[in-house]
């Protein structure tokens, strides 16, 4: 150990770095290093309240898609189905698509993505 490394130690200082506090810090949130930056992304976003309708509609003006968790908002039905029929009037103006995957979520795609509703069985 190095009179650095024993300086830095005593003023609290250490040249080790905890990776997992790193990649976890708030300004990594949003890069992937592993990666270079895509066009579009798939986003996913908890609905929980009615402001979140411009959350989404400025995610598919980027031309995001967005995987919609709508259990929070499944608590209070009356405003799940306002806040569900203001997407889908905005993906209509828009040429996008919205659709209903589960229970507990729907996806939402930007203009000129469209969504195949039909199930087909499997080929084997």
Known sequence: MGIFDKLGKTLGVSKELDIEQYMN?????NVDIMNEPADFYIKPVA???END????EDELQKKNIILLNISE??????????V???LKDYVGKT????????EEKILITPAKVKIIKTKRAVEK
């Open 25 to 29: 810090s708030a300004e990594m949130e």
């Open 47 to 49: 609905l929980k309240e």
């Open 53 to 56: 309708v411009s959350l989404i």
């Open 73 to 82: 908002m499944a608590k209070r039905p009356n405003t799940l189905t306002k």
């Open 84 to 86: 569900v029929d203001t």
């Open 95 to 102: 040429n996008g698509d919205i659709a209903k995957i589960d």
